[in-house]
């Protein structure tokens, strides 16, 4: 996905869900990969990797 930088939040949620099915009790982790790009250098930053957990209810 590629964004116009922004201080504000990114909802990458709706676009989870339609490559991979929602989260839930069988599948409850969720792994991603990100990186920033200096728009102005095209400096790409190093490849973080995030982790969270589904529970019921969220």
């Known amino acids: 996905m590629v964004e116009e930088p922004t201080a504000a939040a990114v909802d990458?949620?709706?676009?989870y869900v339609a490559k991979n099915g929602n989260p839930n009790a069988a599948a409850p982790k969720i792994f991603f990969r990100y990186y920033y790009v200096n728009s102005s250098t095209g400096e790409k930053s190093g490849t973080m990797l995030a982790e969270c957990k589904w529970t019921p209810g969220a």
């Open 12 to 15: 990458i949620r709706a676009d």
